[in-house]
């Protein structure tokens, strides 16, 4: 996907007297918006009605413009879809309010999204949309976005963005894209292709063509750019690579490597697991200079490090402790500390970009599964369990994760799924084969 700029402005075209309806309404009662917390909270109905185009009606692009929009908030599990066949008719204009006591007559709608695509005379097309509050009568959000009309999707991703941010407080994630493992071909004979989509499945491209095994891609939190692992000649060798641009560099051949590097939070360095004289510790490397700090030592197996927000500490796996176990240690390896007492063994951490949760693997009595935990171990909870569950990588906002599930037996298959840290709404990301390795993308501006 080449880099397409979408400029994002309040609507200047809002009507004095529709200002005027909103100052009225907002007197009625106060603005709808969900509170999120550790529990299962229930779905929000919204409807989402097909955008009306230029002349005034809706068209085949209006509705593919709010079925995104609709899968996107639906996919979160705090809302639900509310069919719009009755509602469609109340709201028969952009410009004009709907007629809300019939709304609520019809429907259990609680939030309400109308829309307009138009097209400006550059060949560019402006998407224009109201998020309105059906109890109180008042519009909440009202945005406009401007860019090619093949950019649409990422429009109706950036809508659904400011309409979640809007009802829960907290920033979207639906703008992004997760590179991922592309599987093909019998289990012990895997071709594996580096590949990117948007994070609902959406737009596939190949990275890599399938001539050498890539493993573990890990995204930056400030850029399109990935680390990734490629086996040439039977020796790994670290690639970082701009998704956007294509353009990619060696950052080292480093034998011994299975995992490849982590970014740092402002992106300026990766912390990463080499095998040396047979121990296995973890180090850290400017990206400008290519300098490369020892962090651990000893005779144990340490691996699988991960940054927290701020820089400050990491947090690894090892077996200094005789098992399977996941360490906090400071950004420059000191002071480590255990924080994972649990039944089992555990792997792939990865810190909340929230700094409030650690994400896992957890292998106990046979099955893998992910869970969360705080930085300090405290509140372990599993949200998920099979044969093969496995890499948990988060959205930009902390609030979902993203995993890989292998299917057992000589046939098993590997498939993406994500699950709300909440508990519960866990769904399938469609690719089009078996995936693995997910690494979520920040936000595309």
């Not at 097909?50 to 705090?78: H, K, M, W, Y």
């Not at 030592?297 to 927000?309: F, L, M």
Request: hydrophobic share 35%.
């Amino acid at each position: 996907m080449t880099r397409t700029l979408l400029r994002l402005s309040l609507l200047a075209f809002l009507m004095p007297a529709l200002l005027a309806f909103s100052e009225r309404a907002v007197a009625q009662s106060a603005p709808l918006k969900l509170t999120l917390d550790q529990g299962i909270v229930e779905p929000l109905p919204v409807s989402v009605l097909d955008f009306f185009s230029g002349n005034g009606r809706p068209d085949q692009l209006g509705s593919q413009i709010a079925q995104v929009i609709e899968a996107d908030l639906a996919s979160t599990g705090l809302f639900r879809a509310v069919p719009d066949a009755a509602v469609a008719p109340l709201a028969p204009s952009f410009i004009s309010p709907p007629r809300f006591s019939d709304v609520r007559a019809v429907s259990n709608a609680v939030a309400l999204v109308t829309g307009e695509t138009t097209q400006a005379g550059d060949g560019r097309m402006t998407l224009k949309f109201r998020l309105w509050d059906v109890v109180s009568q008042q519009q909440l959000a009202g945005f406009q976005y401007t860019a090619d009309p093949g950019a649409w999707r990422r429009m109706a991703h950036r809508t659904a963005d400011a309409i979640y941010e809007r009802l829960t407080g907290e920033p979207g994630y639906f703008e992004t894209r997760v590179v991922f493992i592309d599987e093909q071909g019998p289990k012990d004979k895997r071709v594996k292709r580096l590949a990117v989509m948007d994070y609902d499945g959406a737009n596939v491209e190949y990275l890599t063509g399938g001539n050498s095994l890539v493993l573990t891609p890990r995204y930056s939190p400030r850029s399109q750019e990935v680390t990734y692992i490629t086996y040439r000649d039977g020796l790994p060798r670290v690639y970082l690579l701009d998704v956007e641009t294509r353009r990619q560099e060696i950052l080292g051949r480093f034998p011994g490597m299975t995992f490849a590097p982590r970014f740092s939070p402002n992106g300026t360095s990766v912390v990463m697991s080499l095998a040396k004289g047979g121990t296995t510790d973890i180090y850290q490397m400017d990206l400008a200079s290519r300098q490369v700090q020892q962090l651990t030592r000893g005779s144990s197996i340490n691996t699988a490090p991960s940054y927290s927000p701020d820089g400050a500490r990491i947090v690894f796996e090892s077996d200094r402790g005789g098992s399977q176990q996941l360490y906090v240690m400071g950004g420059d390896g000191r002071n480590p500390r255990r924080i994972s007492f649990g039944d089992g063994r555990y792997a792939s951490p990865v810190w909340s970009p929230r700094g409030d949760l650690i994400a896992f693997t957890k292998i106990t009595k046979g099955s893998f599964g992910i869970g969360v935990m705080a930085p300090d171990g405290s509140g372990e909870r599993m949200l998920t369990s099979s044969f093969l569950d496995d890499s948990p990588t988060w959205s930009p906002n902390g609030r979902r994760l993203m995993f890989y599930r292998e299917t057992s037996g000589e046939n098993g298959q590997s498939a993406l799924y994500t699950v709300d840290v909440r508990g519960g709404s866990e769904q399938r990301v469609r690719t089009p084969g078996p995936a693995s390795d997910p690494a979520w993308g920040p936000l595309m501006r």
